[in-house]
């Protein structure tokens, strides 16, 4: 088989890729070694974030927040993608975009919070500072020790079920070829472009963009090339249907969460707890790391102490210890794009996409990567 651009996985960002390369009539096949959705796009928590993550602001300091802010870019302008997304793929996608409200239960929070404001507004972020009064007006169901909280109205969340199978039937729709259950297991470059081997023959394509998620450095590595992403497995958790009481995505500023309710009434609390990994590779839920996130939960919003969890599952996210993602062209590997957002890669999925697709196609990116992404340094 021959194609002009090969995306290797089926995760958002490959099938937002391939969605913003076919539009442009560019020749598109998607090959996914399992089926499309299966990884962290599909088991995510759905959060679309737009904001520095306080606990690494705690753990990472004021000075890594600084350089990671040019990122905050790229997060903004997904968030605006999403907002479209719906009517611009004609499917649902459960966008709601009400707001984040990271709490604080202490003076020290509230200054920590204050903080990382400050740097986000200087990369054009709106965040709000609210006090007791107005936090309580506008969040009645949080904890009533909340003294405060940072408001971030473009935060929210969207359907993690279906929105890279829409972006992937879009693409199919303008032609194109998406080929499930098939592993890419080798690449070597080509006298015109690139060779690879999967589980189903060869491929042969001008230009490969790896959208391999927590898998990209095997990927990368088929070429001789190493990049800084690792899988890292973590849990979450979803509760019975309970009473409409949470519009807004709730982050704690004492440890990790994050808790919505989604339109069923479902609770999903979660906010990178980590998962177990087995000897023999699988992945397990970590009984502490559920009790630890139940408790910050509970200690937030009061009213899910009573809601019974149901089930809590486990994914490996991509991560990179700086936080900064991998767009771009490989250097020595023409033709060879990286289009990897970490931890957050499925709020910024859309936007990674569309940047990708810039550089594929040898544009310029709508949205300039320098202090972005580490290829653009
Ligand atoms: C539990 C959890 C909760 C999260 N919560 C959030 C959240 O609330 N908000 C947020 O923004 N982000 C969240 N994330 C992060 C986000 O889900 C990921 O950053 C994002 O989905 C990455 O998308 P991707 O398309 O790059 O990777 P993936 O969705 O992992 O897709 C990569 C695909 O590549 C395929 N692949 C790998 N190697 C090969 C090969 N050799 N050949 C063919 N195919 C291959 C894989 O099978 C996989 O389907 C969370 C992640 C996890 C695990």
């Known amino acids: 088989m021959k194609t002009d651009v090969l995306v290797v996985g089926g995760g958002i960002a490959g099938a937002a890729v391939s969605y913003y390369l076919a539009q442009e009539g560019v020749d598109v096949v998607l090959i996914e070694a399992r089926d499309l959705n299966t990884q962290a796009s599909g088991t995510n928590a759905g959060s679309i974030h737009v904001q520095i993550q306080h606990p690494e602001f705690v753990s990472m300091g004021a000075g890594w927040a600084r350089s990671y802010g040019p990122t905050l870019r790229l997060l903004m302008a997904s968030q605006a993608l999403?907002?479209?997304?719906?009517?611009?793929?004609?499917?649902?996608?459960?966008?709601?975009?009400?707001?984040?409200?990271?709490?604080?239960?202490?003076?020290?929070?509230?200054?920590?919070?204050?903080?990382?404001?400050?740097?986000?507004?200087?990369?054009?972020?709106?965040?709000?500072?609210?006090?007791?009064?107005?936090?309580?007006?506008?969040?009645?169901?949080?904890?009533?020790?909340?003294?405060?909280?940072?408001?971030?109205?473009?935060?929210?969340?969207?359907?993690?079920?279906?929105?890279?199978?829409?972006?992937?039937?879009?693409?199919?729709?303008?032609?194109?070829?998406?080929?499930?259950?098939?592993?890419?297991?080798?690449?070597?470059?080509?006298?015109?472009?690139?060779?690879?081997?999967?589980?189903?023959?060869p491929i042969a394509a001008r230009r490969v963009v790896n959208a391999a998620g927590a898998a990209a450095a095997d990927v990368a590595r088929m070429l001789g090339l190493n990049i800084e992403l690792q899988g890292f497995p973590l849990q979450v958790t979803v509760?019975?249907?309970?009473?409409?009481?949470?519009?807004?995505?709730?982050?704690?500023?004492?440890?990790?969460?994050?808790?919505?309710?989604?339109?069923?009434?479902?609770?999903?609390?979660?906010?990178?707890?980590?998962?177990?990994?087995?000897?023999?590779?699988?992945l397990a839920t970590d009984p502490a790391s559920l009790a630890g996130n139940m408790v910050n939960a509970a200690r937030v919003i009061p009213a899910l102490a009573r809601a019974r969890a149901v089930r809590s599952w486990t994914a490996v996210v991509n991560g990179t210890a700086d936080w900064r993602p991998i767009i771009g062209e490989a250097s020595g590997q023409p033709g060879f794009f990286l289009s990897l957002f970490p931890w957050m890669g499925f709020s910024a999925g859309p936007m990674t996409a569309r940047l990708t697709a810039d550089l594929v196609v040898g544009r310029a990116p709508r949205l300039s990567l320098k202090g972005i992404s580490v290829l653009a340094d």
């Open 239 to 282: 509760t019975e249907p309970v009473a409409t009481m949470i519009p807004h995505l709730v982050y704690s500023a004492a440890g990790k969460l994050s808790a919505k309710q989604a339109l069923n009434g479902t609770c999903l609390i979660g906010g990178g707890w980590p998962a177990r990994l087995r000897a023999d590779g699988s």
């Open 82 to 201: 999403w907002l479209g997304l719906s009517d611009e793929l004609g499917v649902d996608l459960d966008v709601r975009l009400t707001g984040g409200l990271l709490v604080a239960t202490t003076p020290a929070q509230m200054q920590a919070i204050e903080a990382k404001a400050v740097i986000e507004r200087g990369f054009g972020v709106d965040i709000e500072m609210l006090d007791r009064d107005a936090l309580r007006q506008r969040a009645p169901y949080l904890t009533a020790d909340a003294i405060g909280a940072g408001f971030c109205p473009g935060e929210g969340k969207a359907n993690p079920l279906k929105a890279t199978r829409a972006f992937a039937a879009a693409a199919q729709k303008m032609g194109a070829k998406i080929i499930t259950e098939t592993r890419m297991t080798a690449l070597e470059p080509t006298r015109g472009g690139y060779l690879a081997q999967t589980e189903r023959g």
